[in-house]
């Protein structure tokens, strides 16, 4: 009974392809976020929707796209992969927008080649 | 510009040996101080959320306080199983949902 899932664990890739991680959430949150953690471990937020809504959309490059089909689903595509991309993915979900307990996927180690 | 950081970057201790976490803040308004723990290879676990200076919150071997200017995660008479990176995050009153990280502290706790 996995809180929050992603999937794939690892994705390995040339540059220029395009990808997609997928992320859901059986907790019943109505908001969830996508952040990157690079390779000095610092966890930045990317996006955020609340109930479908996009929130939060923080200074990244347009490449990468959120969608959010229903409120238990967010994933994320990337267009045109760069080198740069590669780090580790991680999606989170809260019971609401104020976001006080964010639960944590395991993370999608992304590798650009 | 809101600032969130961290101290020691790695921390090594014997088991037992009691010790603290730094994590020291700039922001115009906090909404709130988190407190998370990742191991290796998994994603962030939520530890403690403190709202407002003088604040404590325990569990277990850990406990978390804060001042208008820092939050100190204390690790008493640690494990083994404390052994993680501990991080520290800040929300804005007017960002709630928005969490700004540390680069987190590395815990060893060897037997």
Redesign the interface.
């Given at each position: 009974d996995t809180a929050?899932s992603q999937t794939p664990k690892y994705l390995v890739t040339q540059m220029g392809n395009d990808k997609s991680i997928k992320c859901e959430q059986n907790l019943g949150h109505d908001?969830m976020?996508w952040y990157k953690q690079d390779s000095?471990?610092?966890?930045?937020?990317m996006f955020?929707y609340?109930n479908k809504e996009l929130?939060?959309n923080e200074t990244v490059p347009n490449r990468f796209s959120p969608k959010s089909p229903d409120k238990a689903h967010l994933n994320l595509h990337i267009n045109s992969l760069e080198l740069g991309d590669s780090a580790v993915y991680?999606c989170?979900s809260?019971h609401t927008?104020?976001?006080?307990?964010?639960?944590?996927?395991?993370?999608t180690r992304l590798t650009v080649l | 510009e809101d600032q969130v950081t961290q101290s020691p970057e790695a921390l090594r201790l014997q088991e037992g040996e009691s010790s603290s976490l730094n994590c020291s803040y700039t922001v115009s308004g906090l909404r709130g101080l988190f407190w998370y723990r990742q191991d290796p290879g998994k994603g962030p676990e939520f530890l403690f959320t403190l709202y407002s200076a003088g604040e404590e919150k325990e569990k277990e071997r850990l406990k978390a306080t804060l001042t208008k200017k820092e939050s100190f995660l204390h690790i008493t008479a640690p494990k083994p199983e404390d052994s993680a990176t501990y991080l520290c995050a800040l929300a804005r009153t007017d960002s709630w949902g928005k969490l700004q990280f540390g680069a987190g502290t590395q815990v060893v706790v060897t037997p």
């Open positions: 929050v908001t976020y000095k471990k610092f966890l930045k937020i955020s609340n929130i939060i991680f989170a809260s927008s104020r976001g006080q307990e964010q639960f944590f996927g395991p993370g | -």
